[in-house]
């Protein structure tokens, strides 16, 4: 499968356990996307990364959350001390990032589910 | 700065009727426009994409859409829809790297 791989699809962690959502992206995309999306709100940007460099995540938490984009291995997000509020669909796209940004589409993921207890 | 209004939340229709499902657009620089599909529990797919040139944007699934600088608009269109259209829609504006999407339009077809 060539697209753009999330896991886990579904993630279950009770109020102060860690979650990490892993994302590799389509081949040859060196650009990356995290969004979240609750209902009734659409899509929220929350970071935006190139390999090994976070170019703008203005649209993060400033606490417990943090995203990678290793040289070798998929993107990581990751939520510590979990609360209930982050309790969400989280969607990671790629893109092949041509100049300033995306004047291509973004291939999103199916999304990590992950339900806060 | 960049945003995008989807005023519909929802929109019901009957199989075989026509759907406009709109979406309007701020932005400071020129823009590159785009119409998603999801469906549930799933992720987004592209529907169509407005660059540069004609600005009538032909897509899958018989959709199509119009830019109109005019009045910072690109409403989605098709003009017989199926069961199967039911799903998620979302506009998105993409001016500077970071795409911003629409708070979605639920578009619900019935027999």
């Known amino acids: 499968n060539a697209g753009v791989m999330q896991n886990p699809r579904h993630l279950v962690r009770r109020r102060g356990q860690e979650a990490r959502l892993r994302c590799s992206p389509m081949k040859g995309h060196s650009h990356v996307y995290w969004y979240r999306q609750l209902p009734e709100e659409g899509l929220k940007f929350m970071v935006y990364?190139?390999?090994?460099?976070?170019?703008?995540e203005s649209g993060m938490p400033k606490e417990r959350f943090s995203a990678e984009f290793p040289k070798e291995g998929p993107s990581i997000l990751r939520i510590q001390q979990v609360v209930r509020g982050d309790s969400a669909a989280y969607f990671c796209a790629s893109s092949l990032g041509r100049g300033q940004g995306p004047r291509g589409e973004l291939f999103f993921g199916e999304g990590s589910r992950l339900t806060v207890l | 700065a960049q945003s995008v209004t989807q005023l519909d939340s929802q929109v019901p229709v009957f199989e075989e009727a026509p759907v406009e499902l709109r979406c309007n657009y701020s932005?400071?620089?020129?823009?590159?426009l785009f119409w998603y599909v999801q469906y549930p529990n799933q992720g987004l797919q592209l529907l169509l994409k407005y660059l540069s040139g004609s600005t009538l944007v032909k897509g899958i699934n018989g959709f199509e859409a119009e830019f109109n600088k005019s009045q910072t608009s690109f409403h989605l269109r098709k003009p017989s829809v199926h069961i199967s259209d039911t799903a998620e829609y979302f506009c998105a504006v993409s001016g500077s790297y970071i795409p911003t999407f629409g708070r979605g339009t639920s578009l619900i077809v019935h027999p």
């Open positions: 932005s400071s620089v020129s823009v590159y």
């Open positions: 990364l190139q390999k090994e460099n976070i170019i703008d």
